[in-house]
Structures are given as C-alpha cells and as structure tokens.
Nanobody, 123 residues
Framework: VQLQASGGGLVQPGGSLRLSCATSGFIFDDYAIAWFRQAPGKEREIVATINWDGGSTSYTDSVKGRFTISREKGKSTVYLQMDSLKPEDTAVYYC?????????????????WGQGTQVTVSS
C-alpha cells in the first residue's frame, strides 16, 4: 500500500496550490481519504475528508470556502485545491486512508498514511 503526497511548495499569501495524493495497493473505492496537516510544535489536525465516491466532503472551519477536496477514480488520486492561502496554513500536509465508505474525523481510524508534503505560505 502506498500513498504519495505531492504538490507542496512555497507560495505567497493569497496564492494557490494543489496537492495530490496518488494511491496504490488497495481498492480505491473501499476507502475514505483525508488530508491532515501538522505545523511545528502543534498536533496533527484534520483538514478535509472525502467519502468513497466523492459525494460527501467535510472541512475544518479554518479552511472552509478556501480549500476543496476531490477524488479521481481513474487515477486513484485525491486532490486538495488550496486557494487564498494564509501564513497560518503553513504545515506539512499528509494524506491518509480509512477503510469504509464514510470518512471519519477520528485520526485513529486512518490506517494508511503518505509521507507528507511541505506547504509554506510566506511573503
């Protein structure tokens, strides 16, 4: 099983990035996917979730209206479009998979994790 996160980088405040999470080694439709982030000195927090078919999504309050999670079945990939980025969005972003149709906000339910991609928002 592999989850490969990519797309991070340095961006100015107000800018955009699109993160990708390419998955392999499991049946994509059997898993909900989430993006988490961890800033230095802080606990890992959930950012967004998406259920097995993309029909249901959720976001933490601080990113609502700015971030969009989506999934592409043919590529077994999940995306996180991040717009209007703020310095407080700076963190390492991780994608993770949880077996089951519906996404949970409980970090303990996520079995498989990607390696993380750094997002830095700074002028």
């Amino acid at each position: 099983v592999q989850l490969q996160a990519s797309g991070g980088g340095l961006v100015q405040p107000g800018g955009s990035l699109r993160l990708s999470c390419a998955t392999s080694g499991f049946i994509f439709d059997d898993y909900a996917i989430a993006w988490f982030r961890q800033a230095p000195g802080k606990e890992r927090e959930i950012v967004a979730t998406i259920n097995w078919d993309g029909g249901s999504t959720s976001y933490t309050d601080s990113v609502k209206g700015r971030f969009t999670i989506s999934r592409e079945k043919g590529k077994s990939t999940v995306y996180l479009q991040m717009d209007s980025l703020k310095p407080e969005d700076t963190a390492v972003y991780y994608c993770a998979a949880s077996r089951g149709a519906f996404a949970s906000t409980d970090i303990a339910t996520y079995t498989y994790w990607g390696q993380g991609t750094q997002v830095t928002v700074s002028s």
